[in-house]
Nanobody, 124 residues
């Protein structure tokens, strides 16, 4: 089993930055593929970014490309999401997710085995 705990959310003005963290523990060999999702009020869950540990390959949603950066520090068992140039439409609950292996359908929430509880980001 894997435990995921997000932190770093908060309130920020448009144009500002935040860095989210996701600390993972337990069977960390099952976290080769990790992603950030978000859910805004009244909207469906949206994939934001993904990173594949063995290769370091990343992918981003078009809506955040060039503004957000996903990274991970394996020694610290932590996943990050650096969010710059934030806009009100980025307001959402942000979740990290993990699965044990690479998967092409990274935007499909159903492929992930583990989820955190979320951290709220509010941009005004």
């Amino acid at each position: 089993h894997v435990q995921l705990v997000e932190s770093g959310g908060g309130s920020v003005e448009a144009g500002g930055s935040l860095r989210l963290s996701c600390a993972y523990s337990g069977d960390t060999q099952n976290t080769a593929y990790m992603a950030w999702f978000r859910r805004a009020p009244g909207k469906e869950r949206e994939a934001v970014a993904v990173i594949y540990r063995p290769s370091g390959v990343t992918n981003y949603a078009d809506t955040v490309q060039g503004r957000f950066t996903i990274s991970r520090e394996s020694a610290a068992n932590t996943l990050y999401l650096q969010m710059d140039s934030l806009a009100p439409e980025d307001t959402a609950m942000y979740y990290c997710a993990a699965r044990w292996a690479y998967e092409d359908r990274w935007k499909f929430a159903g492929i992930y085995d583990y989820w955190g509880q979320g951290t709220q980001v509010t941009v005004s």
